[in-house]
């Protein structure tokens, strides 16, 4: 019996370890391009109070972003690499504001998400090449990653995009009021390694008014523990069984 015990504390104690670790590591990051004004509260995920990171700028060497609270990070964007040689750098190669009465999401009645919709980058304006995003200082693990595209009314606006090896799509006429699966945004789950590295290709002429990025889940706190707790516990059980037993 105290064998077993001692077996359910050392698997409880890991697998509360286990949880507190992961749901600790969860945050949402935010970002809007351009816009009329700053995007407030949720998109297709988050909260009304949440905050939203923006910038302007389409060549960008590095912008430290906040989470959805307001608070640091940790994490840098950057889509601009001065490494490069000069001509070949990797940017967006415009930045565009949507008015009011163009933007479906403002007109005729103003909806949550107009201000996110009222700008986007446009990734290549003639729809040749790429422009690579790259996150840095993220923690390994699993990340839902959304990503919102939609022109003015009336324009035709395409999404095309590969985080860390997975794809994702969009393709909408800018006359949605509402956001939409595969219309007006694509979700993806992406795996970030221990680099802390995502790395975003958008391909063609792709509008990308902003994005969220949830996570990290982490490599579960919780195997790890357990393993732990399950060689002290065969190395207890070996000691004990070396030992005599005496019965009174």
Known sequence: MKKLIYALIVVAIASMSGNVDAK?????????????????GAAEVGSSSDIWNQTN???NTGLNLNNSTGSSSGVTVSWYDIALPTG????FAKGSLIN??????????????????????TSKANGVG??????????AGNYDLYIYSQDQKGKTSNLNFTANGVTGTAKTDGSLDHLVSGANYSKIT???????????TFNG?????GLQLYGAVPEPATVVLMGVGGLLVAFWLRKSATKPEFVF
């Not at 070949?88 to 940017?91: G, L, V």
């Not at 479906?104 to 986007?120: E, H, I, K, R």
């Open 24 to 40: 600790a590591a969860l945050q949402l990051i935010d970002l809007q391009f351009t816009g009329q004004k700053l995007q407030k």
């Open 57 to 59: 700028d389409v060549s």
């Open 88 to 91: 070949s750098q990797i940017d």
């Open 100 to 121: 009011p009465e163009d933007n479906a999401f403002a007109s005729p009645v103003v909806q949550t998400d107009a201000n996110l919709m009222s700008g986007f980058f």
């Open 130 to 139: 790429t422009t690579v995003m790259t996150f840095r200082g993220l923690a």
């Open 190 to 200: 992406v795996a970030v390694d221990n680099s802390g590295i995502l790395t975003v």
């Open 205 to 209: 002429a792709s509008v990308v008014n």
